[in-house]
């Protein structure tokens, strides 16, 4: 039932927002709308994984072998309530920021989130190819009309550059499909299908592409620092906060069990890739002097690494992707929110026209070291523990790709840092002269990610508990 | 006669034909190209009908069929023409020319 | 080599002679007049092969009424060898190239299929292509076609009345 | 009784909560007594704790909670007190306390909440710094260790108005990361190896568990961190640099505590390096080499605080060269005493400062001896210390080292010396220039020239006492039997290296060590006079420094060989990743896809002429080559069949 | 044999409408209540009711993926009534003869569904094509519509030639014209089994077959005349008759591929899956890749309905069970897409891209439903199009070989994307007035209806296909 839910009340409020006229009425619809599908995630957290609450298996398609199949376990638990906690956080913080047609804007938020959710918790492939699209086309229209002056064809490219990755995708999926016994769509056939090394190796790379432009891989990344930069913040939280998440989720859920071999045989291109990726990205944030491209580059790096850990296939490195999935997902989010307070407020992304804002905006500026903080993995913060075990798996595999990866910890130092510094240090600028600090509702939305930070930073067993079944399943298989 | 000349002969006129509406530009005479291919086909067919040996298949009445069909052309022919030379005429009422390539204005 | 044999040929000769002069002759009349003899020919050829319905019809169809009808449109748009749109002679030779090729298609096709090498057509033989067989077969076996040809007629009818007429 | 050991930390958390959070209610001195107060409190319980030990040895360890349980391993947060670290806890909190003292009174100009932010980012950094010292396990210590990591950041960079100061904070920061990384890989490969990271594990019986192989790994890596937190070659630049923060802060993160964590990490897992020999001489060369190539540096420098950057770096070495030779409880009692007077002589600079108003440059001083007597006279003490005249307590530290080196390798002793001479050497240039002689700074200097108050002499009278009798808790064993307290006294936690190393004769020819011992002090004692004498009569001069002058002057141009070698060449890589790679060669490719569709598209469209007669000849030309392709089918599937 | 009947008859009574009824605005409705006679009749005759006894002998072969095909491009035909029969009202007086044209158009389609002989075929394009070609040529002022018309009747009229050289070689081949050819003694003694002269016949038809849906490299056509034709009939032309012709299409391949493949695969090792794979790759080509530089937005579709046809060639390419249903998946979300957008572009006064800058702020109605039909047309999820493209898909994985072909498809079915969304764009994204001429409220509702019809077969697509199996 509540898989059902969690999917029903964004789809049915995103639709009904569209007929909200004014902007108020549309933001309390949308905020409500968030905070109950919230309540049901939190819901689901109490649910014991067995519980018959937690799936849902109807007919759908049955001449195609297509089933109305959803379930939760740890994993999909997890990202739910990291899906149902982006958005009012994402509202909230972006409450006091005006969009035309605001009907039209926070409906397709809302109809993003249940493709989102839907992603996750399908557990029959048409069904989850049918919401990883869904998740899409809000994404699309959200860019391409409220994003910035080159959102068009930015978003446009994103759009393509996605399309052809889910629609190998679809091959893949159909591909196995006939393979399959039963000649169904279930996870379960999925999973029981045998697949000889030949066709392993080749489905592999249908369903890889289409999950390592999601994520994205380099060199698989160039659509996202635009997307990320045109896109309206609000929309970018979304896209980097949990978007992103859905493709390490699909190597989770769908590539490590269904192609054993072929990850054994491809991994170390891919962890090669991935730790190419994190350097590469670091060392372009470096040189970045846009606060947004700075988080997209710096956010490429931390999903290079998440990437790397999935395919050195430790149990360590799994527990800590998951761990990070969520923690990266409430990191970024502060960031983006960050971003956003400094470009409502001063019009401004450039480094090179920001500076000393923390004489002006003492509360922002501590609020956002933390997050800085979180990004740069320092212990006691929610990230150390999820990148101390990815590390750690990376280590297991080769101490090495350790090593080499490693360094994108000193270089994420570096750029962090220089984010601080260029905004918040130094002399104030013309466009900071008179800046003062963020308004209520941004302070306390960071505030309470910082609390969140925090106390995932000193006690994140709960989250590793959560999600240590379905690493338990994965690395079964 | 061996079967085989006629196929030939009306292979040949056929290709004529063919040729006619590749070389001419008067739609008139491209028309008339394609009534040449349309006969050298009747007359292949024709030629089929009188086979011998016939290819035996049951359910047919020796070559009788080939031979109605060939009417039948020549029926859907005569109907062809009649719409056919409608639209040239029409088109000539409107750019006093019938050349294909005079009207040019749909292309890309 | 009998009669027919020679007939045969001259038949043939002739067809493929004025099948080729309705495309070289510049004026279009000559060229209508020139396929009216490519039909006389063919019909020839359906007498040789005892096909007599057939060859009537083509003479009384094509020959007749179709041609007329062509020669009725040139005269009234009276066209003649001055008007005669040309094609650049670099179009000619690859149009006729290229009917060159598909005729190779053709022959080759036909000598690739062994088994019509043993075969003939009979002349002067045969009695299907009477009318009375015809008839039979025709409102028996082709009753449906026949009738569904009908609507044909009336949309070339329809077609022919909404295009030509000048309103 | 053991929950004590929580409260030891909490204190100085509960300060950082309650300055940061209410910095814009609390009034300066309520900011100050809570600060302080916090961290005498946790010096109360550390004392307790330290008798606790000090009766009935280590106690045991509890787990607070489970940190991180990854099914293959299992961190608790758990916490460890025995004789290492509870005498790291009496530094810690005792220079802290004093330190938080002198500090109320040295940044009263600030306003309140800037006050306010520098003692809960200083009561921050003790809380870290227990937490390294504390925990049991290796990622307990690297949590604090990043967590002081931080601290020094935030307070170097306290006053971000500056940039160069964020610059230094940046650059102290991450040359730290670098370190950081290898201390990470260490604590992966002990986990690899043990499943486990706590120290009663690990250490219980390594070489049953680790190939010599791993051992070296492990402990190399170890040590590339140390290099990083403890300011050693390669790593040490950051150190000088550190200097932008406030002078306490100096003192406390950057001489007394935070840069002794290396020591501190390497005593703890001395087990490891002694059974790593090879690691062991790196150890101490490096330490050797740092020693002395700090020193040569800090005999030309004429900012105070640059001078005493250098000889912490120096000091650290001789550590580490202890750490190196084997005399890991001569390193800790240097840096136990090293905390006394490095701690002083900065608090002491930084009176010096106060009172000059901010003037560093010592060659705008001297002559202050006779309006600041209470800071002359602790420095004098602090500077006898540190060169290392009996009986000061830098004599005793220091020749557990020099000793332990001799016995080791004869040359280690001989450069070891020599180290020890220039340190005696620039510190008296120091304290000459700065106290003896006339004064050469501008008239209103001179005119509120002013001895500081209370709060800042106290602290420099307790730490110069302390430095002065601290000594006696290491009497070496030539002069008296079994006086050595402090040996007695860690000697459980370095049971283990001392059962691996029995080969070596305790006291060789003590008599031998004797006349060494105090050769080396009489020409200590001769280098000083000769810098006292001859800084006595220092005049400002103008003509530029030449030759090795020059560069030693310029710190043997190291900051500049780094920028060249490392951060300019990263710098352009990634200019050039950014601007070429991504933009002309990824993103150019995938938008070349597209911009070739398009035409592709304006070109085939051509096909479509309009042109009746064209389209017949091409559709006719497609039936022959679809005939064409027909007959030779059977090949091309074969093609077809190779390529997919 | 009711379709083809009713259709015939209901032209003729449409003719005699043109001088018996005066209003010229009742016209579309009696053609609306004529269709539903057919469409009734159609369904009654899948269920087995047959209004009239007619011994065809066995030139129809009547079943019910025909019959159920025929009841769909009926009901498109309806819709297409029903959406823009109004605007046929534009071209000429002869608004009624129009509607009887169409009649006989779908008499063809009936004919074309169901014929079981190469007469019946031959005779069942004739039917659907010379009535298009006056249609095409029916704005007889307009010079573009007579090149189109002019280019159409003599390409038609040429490749009427071919087909029918391809069936005189099949005849030779075979000695009749049924499809099912009884092969007496020839399945037993293996080379006798075919004749090449049926196999370069078959080439022939096919070609000539291939040229009617516009599949390249026969489709040059296709451009000119959906562009020049007027857009109303443009409209049908693309959805009922190209789905008509691909029905017949994929009836003759079902029984001639299969027979002969099956018959001689020894013999000649014939592979007519390479034939089509070459017009598969070719068609998906020009038409995607070419339509992405057209300015006006109805060259585009005409492009857009080629690569269409290059997909649904995927069910001739693999003939199997998933290839049936899919063709008429294909046929409805194709059909119903198709219509709808032409049905908002003749509402509009610019036919290029700009022309539809800043029509969702003007009309948003048709701006949404425009959407969800290029949606469609794209093929994405929980729109009929989506399914349509995967049964193509599917069917060719089914078959196991030949995945570069799917894989090509599936890049190209990207660039496709890439023109559909410029109208998007232009639509939502783009400033600017967009021109339209008065729209109803009953159209707009119609819109509505449309669309919501696509999104439930995108979700339900079984709906759809469940009366096949009745």
Redesign the interface.
């Given at each position: 039932m509540i898989p059902i839910l969690l999917i029903a009340i964004p789809l049915v409020t995103g639709f009904a927002a569209f007929f909200i006229n004014t902007d108020k009425g549309a933001k309390i619809w949308s905020l409500l709308a968030s905070i109950i599908t919230l309540a049901i995630a939190v819901a689901a957290l109490c649910e014991a994984n067995t519980s018959s609450q937690l799936s849902v298996n109807a007919e759908w398609?049955?001449?195609?072998g297509a089933k109305l199949s959803l379930s939760m376990d740890g994993m999909a638990k997890m990202l739910c309530l990291l899906t149902a906690v982006s958005l009012p956080l994402v509202f909230g913080a972006t409450y006091k920021n005006t969009y035309n047609k605001p009907g039209n804007f926070y409906g397709l938020m809302l109809l993003m989130q249940a493709g989102l959710l839907g992603v996750f918790l399908a557990t029959d492939a048409l069904l989850f190819?049918?919401f990883w699209?869904?998740a899409l086309?809000p994404a699309y229209?959200l860019c391409?009309?409220w994003g910035g002056e080159k959102?068009?064809q930015v978003t446009?490219?994103f759009?393509?550059?996605t399309?052809?990755g889910s629609?190998?995708l679809?091959?893949g999926i159909?591909?196995i499909?006939?393979k399959t016994p039963d000649s169904s769509f279930s996870i379960q056939s999925f999973y029981n299908t045998k697949l000889t090394d030949g066709q392993q190796f080749?489905v592999f790379w249908l369903f890889f592409l289409a999950f390592a432009i999601k994520m994205p891989i380099f060199?698989f990344?160039?659509?996202q620092p635009d997307t990320y930069e045109q896109a309206p913040t609000a929309v970018t939280m979304m896209l980097s906060g949990v978007m992103v998440k859905m493709g390490i989720y699909g190597v989770i859920r769908w590539i490590l069990p269904v192609f054993p071999a072929a990850v054994v045989k491809f991994d170390q291109l891919i962890i090669v890739l991935s730790v190419i990726g994190m350097l590469?990205a670091s060392?372009?944030a470096?040189?970045?002097d846009d606060v947004k491209r700075l988080i997209a580059y710096s956010s490429i790096a931390h999903i290079g690494l998440m990437c790397a850990a999935i395919f050195s296939s430790?149990?360590?490195g799994m527990?800590?992707v998951m761990i990070q999935m969520f923690n990266h997902g409430i990191n970024v989010i502060g960031l983006w929110i960050v971003a956003d307070a400094i470009e409502q407020q001063l019009g401004t992304r450039k480094f090179s026209e920001l500076g000393?804002l923390?004489?002006r905006a003492?509360g922002l500026a501590i609020l956002l070291v933390v997050m800085i903080?979180a990004n740069i993995a320092?212990?006691?913060t929610n990230a150390?523990?999820g990148e101390?075990?990815m590390?750690?798996g990376l280590?297991?595999y080769s101490?090495w790709m350790?090593?080499i990866a490693?360094?994108s910890?000193?270089l994420a130092?570096?750029y962090s840092?220089?984010m601080v510094?260029k905004i918040?240090?130094?002399?104030t600028m013309p466009a900071t002269e008179y800046a003062n600090d963020a308004n209520g509702n941004i302070q306390f939305v960071l505030a309470l990610l910082a609390v969140a930070i925090l106390v995932l930073g000193v006690?994140?067993?709960p989250v590793?508990?959560l999600t240590?079944d379905s690493?338990q399943a994965v690395l079964a298989k | 006669m061996p079967i085989q000349y006629y196929l030939t002969l009306s292979a040949i006129l056929f290709c004529i034909g063919v040729a006619g509406a590749l070389t001419r530009r008067n739609a008139i005479i491209i028309f008339m190209c394609i009534e040449l291919m349309l006969n050298a086909v009747n007359l292949m067919l024709v030629a089929f009908s009188k086979m011998s040996p016939a290819v035996e298949v049951a359910g047919t009445n020796g070559g009788t069929d080939a031979q109605l069909f060939v009417f039948f052309i020549m029926v859907v022919a005569a109907a062809e023409v009649s719409v056919g030379l409608a639209i040239i005429v029409m088109m000539y009422r409107n750019v006093h020319s019938i050349d294909v390539n005079f009207l040019n204005r749909l292309k890309n | 080599m009998d009669i027919t044999q020679i007939l045969f040929w001259i038949l043939s000769a002739l067809a493929l002679f004025a099948a080729i002069m309705v495309l070289v002759s510049k004026n279009p009349v000559h060229s209508v007049l020139w396929l009216i003899v490519v039909f006389f020919a063919i019909s020839g050829h359906y007498i040789l092969l005892n096909a007599q319905f057939l060859a009537i019809v083509n003479l009384i169809v094509y020959a007749g009424a179709i041609m007329v009808l062509f020669l009725f449109v040139i005269m009234l748009m009276n066209l003649n060898a001055e008007a005669e749109p040309q094609k650049n002679n670099w179009m000619k030779i690859i149009g006729v190239v290229t009917g060159g090729l598909l005729l190779w298609v053709l022959v080759s096709a036909v000598r690739s299929a062994a088994d019509m090498s043993s075969r003939t057509a009979t002349l002067k033989t045969g009695d299907i292509g009477l009318i009375q067989n015809l008839g039979k077969v025709l409102f028996n076996d082709y009753a449906v076609p026949f009738e569904i040809s009908s609507v044909l007629f009336l949309s070339a009818m329809v077609g022919a009345v909404v295009i030509g007429k000048k309103d | 009784m053991n929950e004590l050991v929580y409260l030891v930390p909490l204190f100085p958390l509960l300060g950082f909560l309650i300055n940061g959070l209410c910095r814009k209610q609390l009034s300066k001195s309520l900011t100050g007594i809570i600060g302080s107060g916090s961290i005498l409190v946790s010096f109360v319980i550390s004392t307790i704790l330290f008798w606790q030990v000090k009766s009935n040895g280590a106690l045991p360890v509890d787990p607070l909670f489970t940190f991180i349980d990854a099914g293959s391993f299992k961190i608790d947060f758990a916490f460890q007190v025995d004789q290492l670290s509870c005498l790291f806890l009496l530094i810690i909190t005792g220079v802290g306390f004093l330190i938080h003292v002198y500090s109320t009174s040295y940044m009263h100009d600030e306003e309140a909440p800037h006050f306010a932010r520098y003692f809960s980012y200083l009561n921050l950094f003790v809380f870290s710094m227990l937490l390294l010292v504390l925990g049991a396990n290796f990622v307990i210590m690297f949590i604090g260790w990043e967590g002081v990591g931080l601290c020094s950041y935030l307070l170097i960079g306290f006053w971000f108005k500056n940039d160069n100061y964020n610059y230094a904070a940046k650059k102290a920061f991450v040359m730290n990361r670098i370190g950081d990384l290898g201390f990470l890989l260490a604590i992966f490969w002990i986990i690899e190896k043990f499943h486990s990271a706590d120290y009663a594990i690990v250490f219980a019986n390594p070489q049953g568990t680790l190939s010599p192989a791993d051992i070296t790994g492990i402990t190399l890596l170890l040590f590339v961190g140390a290099t990083g937190k403890s300011a050693q070659i390669p790593l040490y630049t950051w150190l000088p640099d550190a200097m932008a923060g406030p002078t306490p802060v100096s003192a406390l993160i950057h001489a007394a505590t935070m840069v002794t964590a290396g020591i501190y990490m390497i005593a703890r897992s001395n087990i490891l390096y002694t059974l790593a020999p090879s690691v062991q001489a790196v150890v101490a060369v490096i330490g050797l080499a740092t020693a002395v190539f700090a020193a040569t540096i800090a005999l030309k420098q004429n900012d105070i605080k640059k001078v005493l950057a250098y000889s912490t770096v120096s000091q650290l070495g001789y550590m580490f060269l202890g750490l190196g030779v084997g005399a890991y409880t001569g390193a800790v009692f240097h840096v136990m005493t090293h905390a006394f007077f490095k701690a002083c002589l900065f608090l002491g600079a930084g009176s010096v400062i106060h009172a000059m108003g901010g003037e560093q440059d010592m060659r705008n001083m001297g002559g202050l001896k006779k309006y600041m007597p209470v800071t002359q006279i602790t420095f004098l003490l602090s500077c006898f210390a540190i060169a290392g005249v009996p009986p000061f307590s830098g004599f005793f530290s220091k020749d557990a080292i020099l000793s332990a080196a001799m016995q080791s390798n004869m040359l280690y002793y001989v450069i070891g010396v020599l180290g020890a001479l220039l340190t005696a050497f620039y510190m008296f240039r120091l304290y000459g220039m700065t106290f003896l002689g006339s004064f050469r700074g501008t008239h209103d200097q001179e005119h509120h020239l002013h001895e500081s108050p209370k709060a800042i002499t106290i602290p420099l009278v307790v730490l110069a006492a302390l430095a002065t009798v601290g000594g006696l808790l290491g009497i070496p064993e030539v002069f008296v039997k079994d006086s050595n307290w402090l040996e007695k006294f860690l000697a459980p936690v370095f049971a283990g290296s001392t059962a691996l190393t029995q080969a070596k004769p305790a006291e060789g020819n003590s008599s031998m060590e004797l006349v060494y011992m105090f050769v080396v002090a009489a020409i200590i004692v001769a280098v000083i006079a000769f810098a006292w004498s001859k800084y006595k009569k220092y005049e400002k001069t103008t003509e530029p420094e030449t030759g090795l002058g020059k560069v030693l002057a310029n710190k043997w141009y190291v900051d500049e060989i780094y920028d060249a070698i490392v951060v300019r060449p990263l710098n352009a890589l990634a200019g050039f990743l950014k601007n070429v790679v991504e933009k002309s060669g990824i993103d150019g490719f995938v938008n070349g896809v597209g911009r070739f569709v398009q035409y592709s598209s304006r070109q085939l469209r051509l096909l479509q002429s309009g042109l009746a007669g064209n389209y017949i000849l091409y559709m006719v030309l497609s039936i022959v080559v679809l005939f064409v392709i027909f007959w030779n089918q059977t090949q091309i599937v074969q093609f077809l069949e190779n390529i997919f | 044999m009711n379709a083809i009947i009713i259709s015939a008859v209901w032209g003729v009574i449409m003719m005699f409408c043109s001088f018996l009824v005066k209003n010229r605005g009742s016209y579309r409705h009696i053609a609306a209540f004529g269709l539903l006679t057919l469409l009734v009749a159609n369904i009654m005759n899948s269920k087995g009711i047959l209004l009239f006894d007619i011994d065809d002998h066995n030139m129809f072969q009547f079943n019910s993926f025909g019959l159920y095909f025929n009841s769909i491009a009926i009901f498109s035909t309806l819709v297409y009534v029903l959406l823009t029969g109004k605007e046929m009202e534009k071209y000429g007086k002869y608004t009624a003869e129009y509607f009887t044209l169409i009649f006989f158009v779908l008499c063809g389609v009936a004919v074309l569904s169901a014929y079981n002989n190469m007469l019946m075929l031959f005779l069942g394009i004739e039917i659907l094509s010379i009535p298009l070609y006056i249609l095409t040529g029916s704005d007889k002022k307009n010079l573009k519509s007579n090149e189109a018309a002019l280019k159409y009747f003599l390409m038609g009229a040429f490749f009427t030639g071919i087909m029918l050289m391809g069936i005189a070689l099949v005849y030779g081949g075979t000695g009749t014209f049924n499809l099912e050819v009884v092969r007496s003694t020839a399945k037993a003694n293996g080379s006798s089994a075919l004749s090449f002269l049926e196999v370069a016949g078959l080439i022939f038809v096919f070609v000539a077959m291939a040229f009617k849906v516009s599949a390249a490299p026969f489709h040059f056509w296709t451009p000119d005349v959906y562009d020049g034709a007027p857009t109303v009939f443009t409209s049908f032309m693309a959805t009922v008759v190209k789905a008509a012709g691909f029905i017949a299409f994929l009836r003759l391949c079902e029984i001639k591929v299969i027979e002969t493949g099956v018959a001689v695969d020894k013999v000649f090792g014939i592979n007519w899956q390479l034939l089509f794979a070459v017009l598969i790759v070719a068609t998906l080509l020009v038409g995607n890749i070419t339509a992405v530089f057209q300015q006006s937005v109805k060259r585009m579709l005409a492009y857009s309905s080629i690569a269409q046809a290059g997909f649904m060639l995927f069910a001739l390419f693999s003939l199997n069970d998933l290839a049936r249903e899919g063709i008429l998946i294909y046929a409805v979300a194709y059909s119903l897409a198709t219509i709808g957008i032409f049905a908002i572009l003749v509402k509009m006064k610019d036919f290029t891209f700009e022309g539809f800058n800043g029509l969702a702020k003007k009309q948003p109605v048709l701006a949404a439903a425009c959407t969800i039909f290029l949606l469609s047309l794209a093929g994405i999820p929980l729109t009929a199009g989506f399914f349509a493209k995967y049964y193509m898909l599917a069917s060719v994985i089914k078959t196991g070989s030949y995945l570069w072909l799917v894989i090509l498809a599936v890049l190209f079915a990207a660039v496709s994307v890439y023109y559909y969304f410029r109208v998007i764009q232009a639509m939502y994204f783009k400033d600017g007035d967009a021109l339209t001429e008065e729209v109803t409220p009953s159209f707009k509702t119609g819109l509505i209806l449309l669309s919501g019809l696509i999104i439930l077969v995108g979700v339900m697509p079984t709906l759809v296909l469940n009366y096949l199996y009745f």
């Open positions: 398609l049955p001449a195609l190819y049918f699209e869904l086309i229209f391409s009309t959102r068009i446009f490219k759009f393509i550059y399309f052809v629609l190998l679809l091959i159909l591909y499909y006939f080749f060199p990344h160039t659509w590469y060392l372009i470096i040189r970045q430790q149990q360590v527990e800590g000393g923390a004489q003492p903080l320092l212990p006691l150390f523990t101390f075990l590390f750690n280590f297991n101490i350790a090593f490693g360094i910890i000193i130092a570096v840092l220089n510094q918040f240090y130094g002399r006690y994140p067993q590793i508990n240590h690493v | - | - | - | -």
